[in-house]
């Protein structure tokens, strides 16, 4: 008999990664495009000559508005960090269930001793089950939780696809 689980609440798993910097989940991502840029514009209501692409394989703009000047000092700064739900599914994700079965690797003792007899953790793990856990636990909402969490950067939504974070400078 096979169960499956749907809801994975029920087995207190959830992320903590702290010491996971944005560059590392990242690797592997299509620079950005002239999509992201004129997503941005829309999100944001603003001119795309006012956008500068600050890093284009992190996904890091930098918005320079000047006509959404709330202090009345001229100029509106702030980073956007911007990535489409095919680029958080697929390439973001793998990044970071492999870094997390890396890091579950690393913290397994060589051996354990049960009774008298040394047994090695790794020799019983099946690591396509393990995969499975940490595919099953990256949930989009948690993705968008831990880019938030180690990037710094505040989660502003979604639309149409695209997911996008900014930061005031």
């Known amino acids: 008999m096979t ?3 749907k809801n994975w ?3 207190n798993e959830s992320f903590n990664i702290p010491g996971i910097r944005i560059n590392e989940i990242t690797v592997g ?3 950005v495009d002239k999509g992201h840029k004129t997503m941005i514009a829309t999100y944001f209501n603003t001119f795309e000559n006012y956008i500068d692409v600050e890093d284009p394989v992190r996904h890091i703009f930098k918005v320079n508005d000047l006509t959404g000047d709330i ?11 911007i990535l489409g739900k095919q680029e958080i599914e697929e390439t973001v994700k793998n990044n970071i269930t492999n870094l997390s079965i890396s890091e579950f690797y690393s913290n397994l003792p060589n051996s354990l001793n049960i009774y008298g007899i040394n047994v ?3 020799s019983f793990i099946n690591k396509d089950d393990l995969k499975f856990t940490f595919n099953n636990i990256l949930t ?3 993705i968008i939780k831990i880019i938030t969490m180690i990037s ?5 939504g979604e639309k149409d696809g695209y ?6 400078l």
């Open 3 to 5: 169960y499956t689980v």
């Open 140 to 142: 989009i909402e948690e």
């Open 152 to 156: 710094g950067f505040e989660h502003k």
């Open 120 to 122: 090695k953790p790794v």
């Open 163 to 168: 997911y996008i974070w900014t930061k005031q």
């Open 29 to 31: 991502l299509k620079p």
């Open 9 to 11: 609440q029920q087995f």
């Open 71 to 81: 202090l009345n000092s001229n100029r509106v700064q702030f980073r956007v960090i």
